[in-house]
């Protein structure tokens, strides 16, 4: 059968392409190789609780994005006041920075030490920009950088930051520095100075509830969403796409023809599903690529309150415990009794490593002990867990990534009725509003028969999403 479009992935990305198509009534299939749709963004419920796969926070400065997400879920959202803050030797600092917990907190020796640091970096500035790390300190200064960046950074990546390209801290820190902090810290929020966004829209019970529902409304509209269906080869005629071939948890092979293609499986692997196969020098190009896995060890504890903060940050060396999502703090629905907390803990890896490959007991014996070791909780208190993974969750920005993707953009682009998408189809550290962006971008291209949205610009000049005005 031939279907005017096929969508390869069903997050966020695929899922908003798949809907913008099926609203201007064109025909798309979208295929799943999970059992969920909403990728990194999907939402896993366990005996009526919700947990989340990192926080995924609804804010946008984008319109269409805005409109779309309220146009799917409604009045199924609620503005959630932010709060988030750095565990560092065993105190809470703020971000932005503001005066009193800084010298309170740092003390005043580290608090001198830090402006002499920065102001050292105003003077004596790296005179390039390449890495994180001279990125960072050229804005922050060398001693703020190695407190409140480093160990974190490098704990998410599993390199270290002089080998992580400054593209990722332009794209998730722009336009912030020590003297923005400051500013922010003294001066009363007015029109006129940025501050980090201090509420956000959350779906009630989580963002697998947006995706969920946007999956109902492409299937009511007539559109396929296939699940447990992994594409595992697309057959290429020319510089066209004529078909796919996909696997479902039978192991059954089915072809699918269509008109046109989208993409948002990780475009490492795309590049290998093409057949017949690239040069050496694409497939080259893709293997010099990796992407950085999660495991998420979720916990519920007979405990009402423990810290007011939807997430916190762990900048302390001694664990390997990352970051923590408190999910009461986003929606009270995340749970089904106000007397217990349920909490989300991220341990950054590489996809079967060591870690990746530990039984699910090791992994919760170690997060317990982590947790206990931070005082954030006792082992005693907590009453059940899951283990979730979540592979190739972040693109990495190592040095000379871009080099890599530019060969694999360039031999994707010859390919006319191929659009990527998302996070994983573009190799992009996006914000889901970016990535869903992507979707709509694509879906307008083919609606419109003229192709001047590039996905692949998307979020490549924009200022910093967390900033307004």
């Given amino acids: 059968m031939v279907d005017d479009v096929v969508i390869m992935g069903a997050g966020p990305a695929g899922l908003a392409a798949g809907f913008e198509l099926l609203k201007k009534n064109c025909n798309a299939l979208l295929f799943e190789s999970q059992n969920q749709v909403g990728g990194i963004s999907k939402t896993v419920k366990y005996k009526d609780f919700y947990f989340d796969l990192g926080g995924h926070r609804f804010f946008t400065k984008l319109d269409e994005v805005n409109d779309l997400w309220h146009e799917v879920l409604k009045d199924d959202f609620q503005k959630v006041p932010r709060l988030s803050r750095i565990y560092y030797q065993n105190k809470y600092f703020n971000y932005p920075l503001t005066a009193m917990n800084a010298l309170t907190g740092m003390g005043v020796m580290d608090t001198i030490g830090i402006t002499s640091s920065y102001m050292y970096s105003k003077i004596f500035p790296c005179k390039c920009e390449d890495t994180f790390e001279q990125w960072v300190s050229n804005r922050f200064g060398k001693k703020l950088y190695s407190m409140f960046f480093k160990t974190y950074t490098e704990k998410v990546w599993g390199i270290p930051c002089s080998q992580i390209q400054a593209e990722w801290a332009a794209q998730r820190i722009k336009g912030l520095s020590l003297k923005t902090a400051v500013i922010n810290a003294v001066v009363k929020k007015n029109n006129t100075i940025k501050t980090l966004i201090n509420e956000f829209d959350y779906p009630t019970y989580g963002p697998g509830m947006m995706y969920n529902r946007m999956k ?221 962006l992507t979707g709509l971008y694509a879906a307008k291209n083919i609606i419109e028969d003229r192709y001047k949205y590039d996905t692949w610009k998307v979020n490549t000049d924009s200022e910093y999403q967390e900033e307004k005005k």
Wanted: hydrophobic share 35%; aromatic share 10%; glycine share 4%.
């Fill in 216 to 436: 109902e409304h492409i299937e009511n509209m007539g559109g396929s969403v296939y699940m447990n269906s992994t594409v595992d080869r697309v057959n290429k005629e020319g510089n066209e796409i004529k078909s796919i071939e996909y696997v479902d948890k039978h192991g059954a092979r089915t072809s699918v023809e269509g008109r046109q293609f989208i993409s948002s499986i990780p475009v490492t692997e795309l590049v290998k599903k093409i057949s017949p196969a690239p040069d050496t020098r694409v497939l080259k190009a893709a293997d010099n690529l990796s992407y950085r896995s999660i495991i998420t060890i979720d916990i519920i504890l007979r405990k009402k309150d423990l810290f007011p903060d939807n997430w916190i940050y762990i900048h302390s060396p001694e664990v390997k415990l990352g970051r923590i999502q408190n999910f009461k703090n986003w929606s009270k629905k995340m749970i089904p009794t106000e007397d217990k907390t349920s909490l989300g803990l991220e341990y950054f890896c590489n996809e079967n490593d060591e870690f990746w490959n530990l039984p699910d007991n090791e992994l919760f014996e170690i997060a317990s002990n982590e947790i206990e070791k931070l005082n954030i909780a006792k082992k005693e208190d907590i009453e059940d867990y899951i283990v979730i993974k979540v592979p190739k969750a972040y693109p990495v920005y190592m040095n000379g990534y871009r080099s890599n993707i530019e060969i694999i953009e360039e031999y994707l682009k010859q390919i006319r009725n191929l659009q990527q998408i998302g996070r994983y189809g573009l190799f992009k550290y996006n914000n889901m509003d970016h990535s869903v």
